[in-house]
Nanobody
Framework: QVQLVESGGGLVQAGGSLRLSCAAS????????MGWFRQAPGKQRELVAV???????NYADSVKGRFTISRDNAKNTVYLIMNSLKPEDTAVYYC????????????????WGQGTQVTVSS
């Protein structure tokens, strides 16, 4: 089956940066839309950023201009570069893959990573 393995989470000070990585195996990575989601305790999971198989991107308004999603199909890896981090960015971040050309909501995604904690202190 498709497996997504994440890395890069941690604790940073407000204004700092992190790069999250998600390595995929067991599928055809280049055909998937890839998304990053986040979920804080007691809150709904929300879409942060998405990149299509063709490389088009979209972002949540809350992170636009601060976060960048990218993919390297040769490495079967998707990245999320997070700059100017704020305490409200604190959440568990999940990598997800969609086999279809539907990727606007969490239920559009077929495969999920384990999640990695990002904590931003003030």
């Amino acid at each position: 089956q498709v497996q997504l393995v994440e890395s890069g989470g941690g604790l940073v000070q407000a204004g700092g940066s992190l790069r999250l990585s998600c390595a995929a195996s067991g599928g055809t990575f280049s055909s998937y839309a890839m998304g990053w989601f986040r979920q804080a305790p007691g809150k709904q999971r929300e879409l942060v950023a998405v990149i299509t198989s063709g490389g088009s991107t979209n972002y949540a308004d809350s992170v636009k201009g601060r976060f960048t999603i990218s993919r390297d199909n040769a490495k079967n890896t998707v990245y999320l570069i997070m700059n100017s981090l704020k305490p409200e960015d604190t959440a568990v971040y999940y990598c997800a893959a969609s086999r279809a050309r539907l990727f606007s909501r969490a239920f559009d995604y077929d495969y999920w990573g384990q999640g990695t904690q990002v904590t931003v202190s003030s």
